[in-house]
């Protein structure tokens, strides 16, 4: 224990002379995941970004509660540590959701403790789309005069980002803590969604009822998605809300 927290303490001041910055968010995400209530029963929904994830999540939405659409934002529902750590959030509200919880995560395999006990669901998609998902979603979102070359670098090919795409994989994909994690690919769920929609289930043992399955075809749909695409969407900062 205290092994680690001079090793926080270390790779903080080590920041701080760098970017002070960066040490404060290092801080910040730090404090955040010691409130952070962990449970055995926690889902993530872990993916390497634009792979399909908040599709997925309104599916186990729809799988693992009545399927209330009644929220603002998907978050609210199922949320992103990770991203509420980032924002400064306190962890009281993720820490009341009733469980199981279904967490985002876009986190690297090693972030997660050795003996974690809690389930993963591994949603891959084919690196070419991912790459050019990724870079309009930049371009659009981020940076305007965004080139492809650019982004395809950063995000896939340097170490020194922590989302290089091979690296990011291939970690998960091995497995070396032996974590519950079912692995699941986002051309699979499209060609052949209801036996993959039955593989979540019975990893998370839960039973398919046809009110169940009427739903997520509904509320998972494309249309559905689209036409409340606020819900599903880049999530407007609250000074704007």
């Not at 870079?135 to 950063?154: I, S």
Request: charged share 25%; no cysteine; glycine share 2%.
């Amino acid at each position: 224990m205290f092994k680690s927290l001079f090793q926080f303490l270390y790779k903080t001041l080590e920041m701080i002379n760098n970017n002070t910055d960066v040490a404060l968010q290092n801080l910040r995400q730090h404090l955040y995941f010691m409130d952070f209530e962990d449970r055995s029963d926690d889902v993530y929904v872990v993916t390497y970004a634009k792979a399909g994830t908040t599709w997925l999540q309104v599916i186990l939405h729809n799988l693992l509660t009545n399927g209330n659409m009644d929220f603002d934002h998907i978050y609210d529902v199922s949320p992103w540590p990770q991203n509420e750590a980032f924002n400064g959030e306190s962890t009281e509200r993720i820490n009341k959701l009733a469980s199981p919880r279904i967490l985002k995560s876009h986190d690297k395999y090693d972030f997660y403790d050795s003996a974690s006990k809690n389930k993963f669901i591994y949603l891959y998609r084919d690196g070419k789309d991912v790459a050019v998902s990724l870079y309009f979603h930049n371009k659009n979102y981020v940076d305007a005069n965004l080139t492809f070359n650019t982004n395809f670098q950063e995000f896939f090919l340097d170490d020194s980002y922590h989302l290089n795409w091979f690296k990011f994989n291939n970690e998960w994909l091995q497995n070396k803590n032996r974590f519950r994690i079912l692995y699941i690919s986002y051309e699979e769920l499209i060609t052949h969604f209801d036996n993959t929609l039955k593989k979540i289930a019975n990893y998370l043992n839960v039973e398919l009822t046809s009110e169940i399955i009427t739903r997520i075809n509904t509320h998972a749909s494309f249309e559905y998605m689209k036409q409340h695409e606020e819900k599903f969407g880049k999530k407007k900062p609250k000074s704007s809300e």
